[in-house]
Nanobody
Framework: QVQLVESGGGSVQAGGSLRLSCAAT????????MAWFRQAPGKEREFVAA????????YYADSVKGRFTISRGNAKNPVYLQMNSLKPEDTAVYYC???????????????????WGQGTQVTVSS
């Protein structure tokens, strides 16, 4: 069974940091574009960051640029998200996602992604 499982979420105060991990089972995602999305209560799921299969290209939402860093890992943990200078508006469930179309430009639309994790909660208090 192919699965992506996020971990590393939690509760922090504004200005704090968290590092999210995404574990893969059932197949290797080494040649997939990987991304992070988030969804806050009552809001639509939104793009956070994406990284190419080589790790050479990355792209960020304006709201997290300069604070978050997406990075590639190994076959079992294909992607991480380092989140610094967290703000209350970063509170959301965070999802990792995989896009098999690694030859395309980094996608920001959720429908472009083929595999999803179940999400991990991040709560930032002021």
């Amino acid at each position: 069974q192919v699965q992506l499982v996020e971990s590393g979420g939690g509760s922090v105060q504004a200005g704090g940091s968290l590092r999210l991990s995404c574990a893969a089972t059932g197949r290797s995602f080494s040649s997939y574009t990987m991304a992070w999305f988030r969804q806050a209560p009552g809001k639509e799921r939104e793009f956070v960051a994406a990284i190419s299969w080589t790790g050479g290209n990355s792209y960020y939402a304006d709201s997290v640029k300069g604070r978050f860093t997406i990075s590639r890992g190994n076959a079992k943990n294909p992607v991480y998200l380092q989140m610094n200078s967290l703000k209350p508006e970063d509170t959301a469930v965070y999802y990792c996602a995989a896009d098999r179309n690694y030859m395309a430009a980094l996608a920001t639309a959720s429908h472009e992604y083929d595999y999803w994790g179940q999400g991990t909660q991040v709560t930032v208090s002021s």
